[in-house]
């Protein structure tokens, strides 16, 4: 499966951020969303795509980590807007890996 459509397909089961995630059965993270969610794809690639978002967060755990080591911004405190940032990151990683073919 390509890269962009293992995003894609996370990208449904991403948490947008209203309500809990738990009661509707969404993923906070995306990386969980890769993980336990996407379907068709091989361990490698489910792999590469994890290991893609590792390296856009610079050793970072999550967005939230990498937001406040680099911007200051406290993520946690408006947990609707991470979600979202989230969501529009997934956005620009689809469209960057369907670019390249991938």
């Known amino acids: 499966m390509k890269t962009s459509e293992i ?12 309500g ?3 009661e509707q ?3 906070k993270y995306i990386c969980n969303a890769i993980y336990w969610r996407v379907e068709g794809c091989s361990i490698d690639e489910v792999h590469y795509a994890k290991k893609s ?3 856009l967060l610079e050793g970072h755990e999550t967005l939230d980590d990498w937001l406040q080591a680099n911007h200051k911004i406290n993520g ?4 609707r807007k991470l ?17 390249l073919g991938d």
Do not use: M, P
């Open 7 to 18: 995003f894609k397909a996370a990208k449904k089961h991403l948490w947008n951020g209203i």
């Open 20 to 22: 809990e995630n738990r």
């Open 25 to 27: 059965l969404k993923e």
């Open 53 to 55: 978002i590792a390296l």
């Open 76 to 79: 946690r405190d408006d947990r």
């Open 83 to 99: 979600q979202q940032t989230r969501q529009a990151w997934l956005d620009h990683l689809i469209a960057h890996y369907k670019s």
